[in-house]
Nanobody, 116 residues
Framework: QVQLVESGGGLVQAGGSLTLSCAASRTVFGIRRMAWYRQVPGKQRDVVAAIISGGSTNYADSVKGRFTISRDNAKNAVYLQMNNLKPEDTAVYYC??????????WGQGTQVTVSS
């Protein structure tokens, strides 16, 4: 069983930066997509950024120009660099890896809190 472990969340002032990391407990093959989602209480979990196997990326409109998703294939890890953070970015952030046969792996979530 693959476990995804996230780190890097925390409390930051508006305008600040954080980098989230997500690494797997073992080597994962057949990764089709790596993504970051976020969720606030009472709302659905929404995708924030994604990177597909070919390297293309896409972002939610609300984070374009501020967040950057990247991956390190050698380390089997994905990152989310978040700049110019806003209070509305406050959420629990989850990493998601989609592999062969549309199997999804999820991290446990990491809290990001942006104070105004």
């Amino acid at each position: 069983q693959v476990q995804l472990v996230e780190s890097g969340g925390g409390l930051v002032q508006a305008g600040g930066s954080l980098t989230l990391s997500c690494a797997a407990s073992r080597t994962v093959f057949g990764i089709r997509r790596m993504a970051w989602y976020r969720q606030v209480p009472g709302k659905q979990r929404d995708v924030v950024a994604a990177i597909i196997s070919g390297g293309s990326t896409n972002y939610a409109d609300s984070v374009k120009g501020r967040f950057t998703i990247s991956r390190d294939n050698a380390k089997n890890a994905v990152y989310l660099q978040m700049n110019n953070l806003k209070p509305e970015d406050t959420a629990v952030y989850y990493c998601n890896w989609r592999v062969l046969y549309d199997t999804d792996y999820w991290g446990q979530g990491t809290q990001v809190t942006v104070s105004s």
